[in-house]
T-cell receptor
């Protein structure tokens, strides 16, 4: 089967660092995405990992370990505007079609 | 500016009525998708289209129908056969479904409520 798990909610303080974990089980793994979604709005792309290791992009970094079925999104120097849901999505090769499977998302609340 | 436009943003429907959600993109993307988002659940794929005049069922296609007569447009009809249609519907597009990172660009969503 296929399964994506991430914490439902997290809280953090402005200026701090937070790590949002995502574990997955799937066959035909072909990449992992992180999207940010503010309430009632469209998800926006944050990062993509297909090889093991860390991808850094400004205040946001994403890590992947394919052998462990594990990824995390690291947010540094948190700002109030980072309060949003963070969606982990795994791309799976399904009969020549790349299918994207989303986790339920982690709601992050940043407080002063 | 290129992007995806969904309309209407909010829609109310009586039980037994069909309703069509519009999705238009000017990104020149080949692939388009419809997802449904419910509280506490991940986005679930309803239908997808890899190219004009072609579309396939996703994981939860029952009670929905789509068409792809133009590259820019991928409307979704929620039929009366859909047992629990109240949800937030997201349309997305990508350059195609195979290349590289294949990043999805999402529309702002349509919130459908059945009265």
């Amino acid at each position: 089967g296929q399964n994506i798990d991430q914490p439902t909610e997290m809280t953090a303080t402005e200026g701090a660092i937070v790590q949002i974990n995502c574990t997955y089980q799937t066959s035909g793994f072909n990449g992992l995405f992180w999207y940010q979604q503010h309430a009632g709005e469209a998800p926006t792309f944050l990062s993509y990992n297909v090889l093991d290791g860390l991808e850094e992009k400004g205040r946001f970094s994403s890590f992947l370990s394919r052998s462990k079925g594990y990824s995390y999104l690291l947010l540094k120097e948190l700002q109030m505007k980072d309060s949003a849901s963070y969606l982990c999505a795994v791309r799976r090769d399904s009969g020549g079609y790349n299918k994207l499977i989303f986790g339920a998302g982690t709601r992050l609340a940043v407080h002063p | 500016d290129g992007g995806i436009t969904q309309s209407p943003k909010y829609l109310f429907r009586k039980e037994g009525q069909n309703v069509t959600l519009s999705c238009e993109q000017n990104l020149n993307h080949d692939a388009m998708y419809w997802y449904r988002q419910d509280p506490g659940q991940g986005l679930r794929l309803i239908y997808y289209s890899q190219i004009v005049n072609d579309f396939q069922k996703g994981d939860i296609a029952e009670g929905y129908s789509v068409s792809r007569e133009k590259k820019e447009s991928f409307p979704l009809t929620v039929t009366s056969a859909q047992k629990n249609p109240t949800a937030f519907y997201l349309c997305a597009s990508s350059i195609d479904h195979r290349s590289g990172a294949n990043v999805l660009t999402f529309g702002a969503g349509s919130r459908l409520t059945v009265l």
